[in-house]
């Protein structure tokens, strides 16, 4: 059952809620609004407290925009609630925010929602929301059963957003997954990192790169692709199949070769090409076609260019996180001067919250040598997350292939391109990547924020 999947998922998130009271979110179709407010108002979650209905969303967007303007403690919301669908519920599981669904939603997060029976009594509604929000995972086991559901496996759960039983049905990963990030506000390269990263590996193994940023993605425009081959055209085309032979043939439709004449083996799944898109992505699709990309008779690596860390509570917010908790390997792409490294420092605390110590990584891009500090001393800043890569800043061989939309492999053998080969290389290595880069002859410097 989808709501016993989630708990183990709910009970880390949740915790918010202060005092004795719950600040709830209601998004019910008229037909069940009524006895829900009526018991909201009547019951309470523990002795002297309350329900506070902070806001009754009649729609979707109602409903997103008080997820971020009333920051409530949980949400209840119905099935027939005109607009919901996947991305919708994707922007509550990302903000953390526990979520009862009365029915059933297509492509529901569903490692992360509490799915009830629509015809579930209000005062049940009400004590499982409560549960959700403080009690601990054995009153919320028994608040969903009190409510009808049937746990099975609660244990058990996929990850926020991702859904046991679609995984389950794709094919066991046998590639390598790698994601490279970047922090907000910043343009540091995420996106010719991937290009080069994904035509160099090419030459070890057949290799795919996803553009998975959904606000503006440039992997089609750097390389001069079709963008109406992408994302949403693969999502459009799967729709409720998990048949791996489904999938083959939707993705080799799609895919374009990154270089043919330099990079015969590497291809490329381009982003969405329009905001108006976007909702037609979700945590669910991103991870069934990394399953199946990297499944048998996939490919061997697939790297994807997941940009810059989106806000939480949105719909990008929940794809990035999906996609990171998916990565075998999570490189985080970063400026090697102090806006830059604080940045990152700020991405890698949250990474960390998600991703295990051991599949991260930090590649300092557009060093400069006399100007930045030692990328030694750079990484005793870094959270002992290991430096992989120092990526020079080569200035004209990248203005050069953005001009040419081609790699930098293609238009000469720059410092840039060999830093970033050596890392595709490095890539299969099972050393441990955390050995101390030589030390460079360079003044110390005093990073004002580095912890003790």
Request: aromatic residues 2%; contains cysteine.
């Amino acid at each position: 059952m989808t709501a016993a999947t989630g708990i183990q998922s709910i009970r880390r998130r949740q915790g918010r809620a202060t005092g004795s009271t719950i600040r709830v979110l209601v998004a019910v179709e008229t037909t069940h609004d009524r006895a829900l407010l009526g018991a909201l108002q009547t019951e309470a979650p523990v002795v002297g407290g309350a329900f506070v209905v902070t806001r009754r969303a009649q729609t979707a967007e109602d409903l997103e925009t008080g997820l971020l303007e009333d920051q409530p403690d949980g949400i209840v919301v119905g099935e027939g609630l005109f607009g919901l669908g996947a991305g919708t519920l994707a922007r509550c599981v990302d903000a953390g925010v526990p979520t009862v669904v009365l029915g059933s939603v297509a492509h529901m997060p569903s490692a992360s929602v509490l799915e009830l029976p629509p015809e579930t009594p209000a005062a049940r509604v009400c004590a499982v929301l409560a549960a959700a929000v403080w009690g601990t995972t054995d009153e919320l086991g028994s608040a969903l059963e009190a409510a009808g559901v049937v746990l099975r496996g609660a244990g058990m759960s996929s990850g926020p957003g991702l859904s046991t039983h679609k995984l389950q049905s794709a094919p066991a990963r046998q590639g390598q997954v790698v994601v490279l990030v970047g922090p907000p506000r910043g343009s540091v390269g995420t996106t010719r990192g991937s290009i080069e990263l994904a035509a160099a590996r090419e030459r070890n193994e057949s290799t795919l790169l996803i553009d998975g940023v959904l606000e503006e993605p440039s992997v089609a425009a750097a390389l001069g692709l079709n963008p109406a081959r992408n994302l949403t055209v693969v999502a459009a085309g799967v729709a409720g199949s998990h048949q791996s032979e489904h999938w083959a043939r939707i993705l080799r439709d799609e895919l374009q070769p990154l270089d043919p004449k330099h990079s015969p083996r590497a291809w490329v799944l381009a982003g969405v090409p329009s905001a108006a898109l976007r909702n037609r992505l979700d945590p669910e699709f991103l991870a069934e076609l990394i399953a199946h990309a990297s499944g048998q008779g996939g490919f061997g690596c697939v790297i994807v260019d997941a940009g810059a860390e989106p806000a939480v509570g949105t719909l990008e917010g929940a794809c990035w996180r999906a996609l990171v908790e998916l990565a075998d390997r999570v490189l985080l792409v970063a400026m090697p001067d102090v806006v830059g490294l604080r940045r990152g420092i700020g991405t890698l605390e949250r990474l960390e919250a998600r991703v295990e110590r051991g599949r991260l990584g930090v590649v300092l891009n557009r060093y400069r040598r006399g100007e930045h500090d030692d990328a030694a001393d750079v990484a005793t800043v870094l959270r002992g997350i290991p430096v992989v890569a120092v990526v020079p800043d080569d200035v004209r061989a990248c203005t050069i292939a953005l001009r040419t939309q081609r790699t930098l492999g293609s238009v000469g053998r720059g410092r840039a391109h060999q830093e970033l080969r050596r890392l595709a290389d490095r890539l299969r290595v099972t050393r441990d990547d955390s050995t101390p880069l030589p030390r460079q002859a360079f003044r110390r410097r005093w990073w004002p924020w580095r912890r003790p």
